[in-house]
């Protein structure tokens, strides 16, 4: 995870954005870039077609150099070293001037080995879910989801969510650099609520055999058989072994699907207080 990318804007979160991060970076000597995001002009259109506010989704740089400021502010203040050259080191660059719509952060992510973005959440003052949406569905990289309450570690107790999916195996392999130097792992399996294919105690023996500290954790789903009832416990469980970090597959289902009927990623992403790799 030698370069990190950073969409930046004002919201409650992106104080945990900078230091997750800055976190990560420090663990393996990382370049962290920012830029600054905005909504596309389909987004504002959508809401109301005639009205002015579509032309502030074209370039405003007063946006743009909020969110330099916010992002280099953040970076001198913990003495982060300014550059970006080869081969990646601990450090910063802020290479665009311009802000750049949602849809970018799907298409720059793909040079990047991670995205870091806050939760989305309905209130004005929280992270958007367009950013999150083209993190996950565009660039093909793992996204680390961020909670408002800034972070004090990442990755030492790290916990799981094996579902047996092939989307949670792309996303163990994309957390494998954090999951080898974790001091605990734990592989949890929530039964009846996983797609077929190996076993929680398969994957965690995946994962020791390339040098993770991996057990397995199976446990029932009881009397709870909502679509959320995966995610909830997924949850109660993180906050009950003390872990730091989930790593969890992005829509196993349908986004359609988990609207309607409900689902594990939908209830991570509207509940978790904790960080939250995700990848599709």
């Avoid at 995870?1 to 004002?10: G, S």
């Avoid at 311009?98 to 799907?106: K, L, V």
């Avoid at 992005?250 to 992403?269: D, K």
Wanted: hydrophobic share 40%; aromatic share 6%.
């Amino acid at each position: 995870m030698k370069t990190i990318l950073i969409p930046t804007e004002d919201h409650d979160a992106m104080p945990a954005v900078l230091e997750g991060a800055r976190l990560v970076a420090q663990m393996f000597d990382s370049y962290m870039e920012g830029f600054s995001v905005r909504p596309s002009a389909a987004s504002y259109a959508s809401i109301e077609p005639v009205s002015s506010l579509a032309l502030s989704a074209t370039y405003d740089p007063e946006t743009a150099t909020h969110a330099r400021d916010l992002f280099e502010t953040f970076m001198r203040a913990h003495n982060v070293p300014a550059g970006s050259g080869e081969p990646a080191v601990y450090s910063y660059g802020w290479p665009r001037p311009e802000s750049a719509e949602d849809y970018f952060i799907g298409s720059l992510g793909r040079v990047f080995d991670l995205i870091v973005l806050g939760k989305p959440g309905p209130n004005p003052e929280n992270a958007r879910a367009a950013p999150l949406e083209s993190a996950l569905f565009e660039a093909g990289r793992p996204v680390l989801i961020m909670p408002p309450a800034v972070p004090k570690t990442i990755g030492r107790n790290v916990l799981v969510s094996w579902n047996h999916s092939t989307e949670q195996a792309h996303t163990n392999s994309f957390a494998m650099p954090l999951l080898k130097l974790a001091e605990k792992v734990t592989v949890l399996t929530v039964a009846g609520g996983s797609t077929v294919g190996p076993s929680g105690e398969e994957a965690a023996r995946h994962l020791r055999q390339n040098g993770v500290k991996a057990t397995a954790l199976t446990i029932k789903r009881s009397e709870r058989t909502s679509g959320e009832a995966v995610g909830e416990i997924t949850l109660e469980h993180a906050d009950k072994l003390g872990c730091d970090l989930l790593v969890k597959s992005a829509y196993t289902q349908s986004r359609l699907r988990q609207m309607i009927f409900g689902g594990a990623t939908r209830q991570v992403l509207a509940r978790a207080t904790l960080p939250v790799m995700m990848a599709h």
